[in-house]
Structure formats: structure tokens, C-alpha cells
């Protein structure tokens, strides 16, 4: 059972070059988000789709866009990468309790990421 | 704007005592508490939730405490193991489940 997967696991970018961070979950969850996590700090959240066909803005959007694929993708893109977007990102599924009754998210291993 | 946040920073311990890790939150409407445990290298997981109009949950060596008095969140693990060591964030949830809001972290070092 693979729960989340993000890939790539590191990367390196120019300021200004674009990339898709990608993320898939297989437990059937509906809802995904996107963190990232600045080193010694707490997680972020950068947006995130309570079901299939929605995305909402979380608490840092600016500089990303995401896309929900389909239930089980959910991608993060960097139109023009800035050394302010050096961060871990880590992708999350869940099933919110609202649906489900339940809280807990489920956390991808990173995806650690430098802007030079 | 709404944050959860920590008084300890890193926190050591003896193996064997017991540990309790404190949080402040700011959001009285937020209808979950959450603990989770961040290794090195790997994404947070979860540990124990608790809901808002509760005021002690017990899990597996692991107890939370919510005092909605003065917005505390504490997490006391007994007998505490060098595997405990990790870096641990509080969390609220509201909004049907949808936006999960994570604290800095403490980070709890484990002595043998």
C-alpha cells in the first residue's frame, strides 16, 4: 500500500524556471492539499482540494497553481521559481470528517526543493 | 490572522519520564485538535486528535489535554522511548475538515 506518492524527492531550480510537483494518493481519499515546511518551522498550507473538480486557496498561494487532476493526482505548479520558494513540499490526502468522521491526513515523504 | 503556535521550542527528556509538549491556539471556532509526529526526512503523522468539545482523550501511552479557557493544547506521552524523538505539531481543523493549520513544532529529544 503506497498511501501518498510525490515525486520528484529533490530538485533544483533557477530563478524563474518552472516545475510541477507531483502527487498521487491510492486510498481513495477525496481531499488533497499541498504545505510546504521552511526549515524549523511548522507546515504552511499552499492550497487544497476538498473534493475532485475543486481547489481553494489555503494560507501562502501566491507564486503556485494547482490542478486536481482526478481523485487521485493532485499537482503543484511553479510558473516562475524564487529562492523565496526554497521549502520542503509535502502533499496530503485525507477524508475530511465532515464525510468521513474522521481528521487524520495522510503525509507524502517530500519533496525538498532549492531556487538558486 | 488565526495561528496555532508553541511555547517550547525543543524539549529533552529521560528516557523512561514522562514527556508533555504545550500549544497555544488563537481560533475558537476550530472544531478539531491534532497531534502529529514529524521524523527526520518524512512527512508528519498522525498521532491522536481531540475534539473541541472535549477536555482529555487518551490514546496508547499518549494523552491529550485541551483547556479551552485560555486556548492551551498539551500532549503528555508516558514513559517516554528514544523512537519518541521527533519534532511534534499541534494542529486545528475546522471548516468540515478541509484546512488543517500546523503550529512551528517542538522538538523532543530523547536521552538513554
Known amino acids: 500500500n503506497a498511501g501518498v506518492t510525490q515525486t520528484p524527492k529533490f530538485q533544483v531550480l533557477k530563478t524563474g524556471q518552472s516545475m510541477t510537483l507531483q502527487c498521487a494518493q491510492d486510498m481513495n481519499h477525496n481531499s488533497m492539499y499541498w504545505y510546504r515546511q521552511d526549515p524549523g518551522m511548522g507546515l504552511r498550507l499552499i492550497y487544497y482540494s476538498a473534493s475532485e473538480g475543486t481547489t481553494d486557496k489555503g494560507e501562502v498561494p501566491n507564486g503556485y497553481n494547482v490542478s486536481r487532476l482526478n481523485k487521485r493526482e493532485f499537482s503543484l505548479r511553479l510558473e516562475s521559481a524564487a529562492p523565496s520558494q526554497t521549502s520542503v513540499y509535502f502533499c496530503?490526502?485525507?477524508?475530511?470528517?465532515?464525510?468521513?468522521?474522521?481528521?487524520?491526513?495522510?503525509f507524502g515523504q517530500g519533496t525538498r526543493l532549492t531556487v538558486v | 490572522g488565526e495561528s496555532v503556535g508553541l511555547h517550547l521550542p525543543t524539549l529533552s527528556v529521560q528516557e523512561g519520564d514522562n514527556s508533555i509538549i504545550n500549544c497555544a491556539y488563537s481560533n475558537s471556532a476550530s472544531d478539531y485538535f491534532i497531534w502529529y509526529k514529524q521524523e527526520s526526512g518524512k512527512g508528519p503523522q498522525f498521532i491522536i486528535d481531540i475534539r473541541s468539545n472535549m477536555d482529555k482523550r487518551q490514546g496508547q501511552r499518549v494523552t491529550v489535554l485541551l483547556n479551552k479557557t485560555v486556548k492551551h493544547l498539551s500532549l503528555q506521552i508516558a514513559a517516554t522511548q528514544p523512537g519518541d524523538s521527533a519534532v511534534y505539531f499541534c494542529?486545528?481543523?475546522?471548516?468540515?475538515?478541509?484546512?488543517?493549520?500546523f503550529g512551528a513544532g517542538t522538538r523532543l529529544f530523547v536521552k538513554a
Open positions: 496530503a490526502s485525507s477524508n475530511p470528517y465532515r464525510d468521513r468522521g474522521n481528521t487524520e491526513a495522510f
Open positions: 494542529a486545528e481543523i475546522n471548516t468540515g475538515g478541509f484546512k488543517t493549520i
